[in-house]
């Protein structure tokens, strides 16, 4: 190992090997070179991924991450880049971005500057949907006082579908087997792939025209449109503006069964009548003939349960106008009025017994009432109540003296042990002095010379203060 020769017993040489041409980077250098890299070998890409962690600043620069199940990057959509639909840029949603790779600086971070954002795969699709519907409710399309009825007993069904899928085959079943005198006129069309949304509005628009060229009683009644199941990517024909605008510009109604029950597309919206499947709409468009049918069929039997319906009232109207008859005849009539007239005999019979028996009942409690009222017996009933009266106040006031005298005894008691007198003949006295009369109850109120009244339980005593006490305590 090279060595520097030690010239003290201080100096040990090189502790380290020196590395001959090491190239030492600093931070900003690396960064650019890399920066560098990634622009010239990376340069565009298309990215897909999730939106998350959206910032839209005040500035308006959007910043977001793109990430998937293992990585994410960071991106950013400056104010002045146009023609990007900013909207679509939502937490959550998958998209597929297009820009410059390259690195910021300052923090050393690589990151993609977006110039172009499209929805991707399903989520694009029912995000065009969203907005289609949208748009198109706002105009009115959807508006549910627009929609027309639907004949019950069409005679002529425009359809509108392809020639060659099961859609067709499915309404021509149940129509010839639910109503085979219906016609049915076809307008052939691709219902999936590029161009079809525009082969479905012209067969609308090629119904319409041929419809009005013929009489009244040729025309058709109403235009099925109509194709099986399928992706969301299939259906999507029936989801272009061109069709919903087509189907609200028919004179005719228009019935749409697109796909099965749980498929929704636009013209479902704009129709006059959705039907979950191609089936449904044939036994919808059928349901009148059908209905019909069953009740022609049980139509002799109705009558003939009306007819003896109406045989039964008519014998029971003819019975009771019969007794009703009978019940007026003059005959019949005078004997209810003599019977009415014993009636009435036999009830004022007792009621002139009755008004007797009341008259002398009524005569006999006043009798009663009079003997009961004589004076003699009153003035005795009155001296007796009186006795009672005058006895009761004689007590009251002999017992009301006693309360009287009872208290005075006890406030005389009172005012006894509180007397100044009771006080001085238990020894006490009370002084004074003799020319304010003020009472002294301090020694320190005396002088010497002063003069003073000594009140005792018996008379008085005068005297002159000559001196009084040191109160110091000396």
């Not at 201080?10 to 190239?23: H, I, K, T």
């Not at 919903?244 to 749980?262: F, K, L, M, T």
């Not at 009978?326 to 009830?347: F, K």
């Not at 004589?374 to 007796?384: A, F, H, W």
Request: hydrophobic share 40%; net charge positive.
């Amino acid at each position: 190992m090279p060595s520097r020769t030690a010239s003290s017993q201080w100096e040990f040489g090189d502790l380290l090997p020196r590395s001959e041409g090491r190239r030492v980077f600093t931070v900003v250098e690396l960064t650019s070179q890399v920066k560098r890299l990634i622009e010239t070998q990376i340069g565009a890409v298309w990215v897909s991924g999730e939106v998350t962690n959206r910032r839209l600043q005040s500035s308006g620069h959007c910043y977001f991450t793109l990430k998937d199940a293992f990585a994410q990057l960071n991106c950013v959509l400056f104010r002045g880049q146009a023609g990007v639909d900013r909207s679509i840029l939502e937490d959550g949603q998958k998209v597929l971005v297009h820009g410059a790779l390259t690195v910021y600086e300052p923090r050393g971070q690589y990151q993609l500057i977006v110039d172009a954002v499209e929805p991707q795969g399903i989520g694009a699709l029912q995000l065009m949907f969203e907005r289609l519907k949208q748009k198109l409710q706002a105009e009115g399309l959807f508006a549910p006082e627009r929609k027309r009825p639907i004949p019950n007993y069409p005679k002529r069904i425009g359809v509108v579908t392809s020639p060659t899928g099961a859609a067709i085959r499915d309404v021509i079943h149940v129509v010839s087997r639910r109503n085979p005198a219906v016609e049915l006129v076809l307008a052939p069309c691709r219902v999936q792939g590029e161009g079809a949304a525009a082969e479905i509005a012209a067969a609308i628009c090629l119904l319409n025209e041929w419809s009005t060229s013929l009489p009244v009683q040729e025309r058709l009644d109403v235009i099925l449109v109509t194709r099986g199941g399928g992706s969301l990517e299939d259906l999507w024909a029936f989801n272009e503006e061109i069709v919903a605008r087509a189907i609200y510009a028919s004179e005719i109604p228009v019935i749409s069964a697109v796909g099965h029950e749980i498929d929704f597309t636009i013209s479902d919206f704009v129709a006059d009548l959705r039907a979950a499947t191609p089936s449904a709409a044939a036994e919808l468009l059928t349901e009148g003939a059908v209905a019909a049918r069953r009740f022609i069929a049980t139509a002799s039997t109705r009558l003939s349960q009306l007819g003896q319906s109406r045989i039964e009232r008519l014998r029971e109207r003819f019975e009771y106008q019969t007794g009703l008859m009978a019940r007026m005849h003059p005959r019949r009539r005078l004997n209810d009025c003599w019977q009415r007239l014993d009636e009435l005999q036999e009830a004022l019979s007792r009621g002139l017994g009755i008004a007797a028996q009341t008259a002398r009942a009524r005569f006999e409690n006043v009798t009663v009432a009079w003997s009961r009222m004589r004076p003699s017996k009153v003035i005795v009933l009155r001296r007796e109540q009186l006795d009672r009266l005058g006895n009761r106040l004689s007590e009251l006031a002999h017992f009301g003296a006693k309360a009287v005298q009872q208290r005075l005894t006890g406030l005389s008691d009172r005012l006894r042990l509180l007397s100044p007198r009771h006080v001085l003949a238990r020894g006490y006295s009370i002084t004074r002095d003799a020319e304010t009369g003020l009472i002294l109850r301090r020694a320190a109120d005396v002088r010497p010379g002063q003069s003073l009244v000594t009140v005792l339980h018996e008379g008085e005593v005068l005297s002159t203060v000559k001196s009084k006490p040191d109160q110091s305590g000396t």
